[in-house]
């Protein structure tokens, strides 16, 4: 049976993204499907801009140490993204597939769907995936935790937590915690990752990188299928998030 | 007797972006990734073998980074089919055997796993998440394209690197 949806009144997501990486017709350039998508894209997403792989390369002769580098550099392009005035959601063509992200202020999932739907449909029309391949939801979170003296118990916080060897003798300075699993039941993959940021004022940030993948492919075209995959990756994630953090932590998102 | 030199190259990538995650803890979280990756790389017990391999891929690339590099119009290495090629080699398990590597005319690189003249495994890296791939077991030949996400390598790829190498105790079938 599934779990209650969390109401929490300051959810502390700062990203969500949905990830559909596709098999794309073999010999289709990213750079062909510009024009097309800011055609579609530009009435809800004003702003438009590319990621690229940029690469430097710089060549030194051993047999002339003191001469000149030859330099050069390439990109290549990754993905076209399409932002709202705001910049608070994004919707992006990748060269592997389709992106939705939202930073925060982040409502909830349910209230997102009619866009994803609506963008999804508008990015099949105009890259014609062939297969589905993956589907991954991601939900990255900034968690400030309250410190005395510079000091927090993570204990109080964390269900799964970092530990020190010697705990008397030690405090720490870093962590990062990453955990890679398989959910027995339906295959999906779970990777999290807790790791923490330098103390803010008398705030200890912490970031949770909570991601789950569905690697069973469909078919693109099959919008009730994949909704239906996104909502089981969705349950999937806030178990995780319930079963990663104390009640004492959820409290500080109620205030 | 003389000797060419060599050149050493610098490759310096920047990947413009976190994945597909745009925010700033998303910078943070793939900055910290990385760390502990490359420490685990600088380790020769962790990933030796694997560095030898991605430095024979960076020296090919360099011997092949002008067109025309086999005097027949080849194509160079594509900067970008080397990080797929390194990629690649990252995402092996630890126990497979590693690829011997060659230059494509293409501008591709190709990886190979040689068990003899009538047993092989190949496959071709390019700029893409396609990899095509063939192999030769006697009279018995297959090939195939298979999609690569950069960080697994596919299964079917990796039973059939196993089943020709003879590594493990893997049966396949290969249609």
């Given at each position: 049976m599934n779990e209650p949806i969390l109401n929490l009144k300051?959810?502390?997501?700062?990203e969500a993204v949905l990830d559909i990486e596709c098999d794309l017709p073999?010999?289709?350039?990213?750079s062909a499907l510009e024009a097309p998508a800011l055609e579609v894209f530009?009435?809800?997403?004003s702003k438009f801009q590319k990621q690229y792989l940029f690469e430097h390369q710089v060549e030194h002769q051993v047999a002339n140490p003191v001469g000149e580098p030859k330099t050069s550099s390439r990109s290549d392009l990754q993905a076209l993204q399409f932002l709202t005035n705001d910049v608070k959601q994004l919707v992006q063509v990748r060269v592997s597939g389709f992106s939705f992200n939202r930073l925060s202020p982040y409502t909830s999932l349910d209230e997102y769907f009619p866009e994803i739907e609506r963008t999804w449909r508008l990015y099949t029309e105009l890259a014609?995936?062939?297969?589905?391949r993956v589907i991954r939801l991601r939900y990255i979170n900034r968690i400030l935790l309250p410190t005395v003296n510079g000091i927090v118990n993570l204990d109080d916080y964390f269900e799964v937590g970092p530990r020190l060897p010697d705990e008397d003798r030690f405090q720490f300075a870093g962590f990062l915690i990453q955990n890679v699993a398989i959910?027995?039941?339906?295959g999906n993959q779970v990777n999290t990752i807790l790791t923490m940021q330098a103390l803010e004022l008398d705030k200890l940030p912490i970031i949770f990188d909570n991601t789950v993948v569905s690697s069973e492919t469909d078919d693109p075209k099959d919008w009730t299928k994949i909704r239906a995959k996104i909502s089981e990756l969705r349950e999937l994630k806030n178990h995780i998030f319930r079963r990663t953090l104390k009640e004492k932590c959820l409290n500080l998102f109620q205030q | 007797m003389s000797q060419s030199l060599p050149t050493i190259v610098c490759l310096l990538t920047l990947n413009c972006g976190h994945g597909s995650a745009v925010s700033a803890e998303a910078g943070v979280v793939k900055q910290k990734v990385k760390y502990v990756a490359g420490m685990t790389e600088r380790s020769q017990a962790l990933f030796g073998r694997k560095a030898a391999t991605i430095s024979n891929l960076r020296v090919l690339t360099n011997d092949c980074a002008d067109d025309d590099w086999d005097g027949d119009d080849a194509c160079a290495i594509d900067p970008v089919a080397l990080l797929n090629a390194e990629s690649f080699v990252r995402a092996l398990p630890n126990d497979c055997p590693l690829p011997e590597c060659a230059p494509e005319p293409d501008g591709s690189i190709s990886l190979d796993w040689i068990q003899s003249s009538q047993r092989m495994f190949t496959m071709s890296v390019g700029t893409s998440n396609r990899l095509a791939y063939a192999w030769m077991d006697g009279t018995d030949k297959g090939h195939a394209v298979a999609h690569f996400d950069g960080s697994s390598v596919p299964a079917l790829v990796l039973e059939t690197i196993k089943y020709i190498i003879n590594y493990g105790n893997t049966i396949v079938g290969v249609a």
């Open positions: 300051n959810a502390p997501i700062v073999p010999g289709q350039q990213l530009r009435d809800h997403y014609s995936p062939v297969q589905i959910e027995v039941k339906t | -």
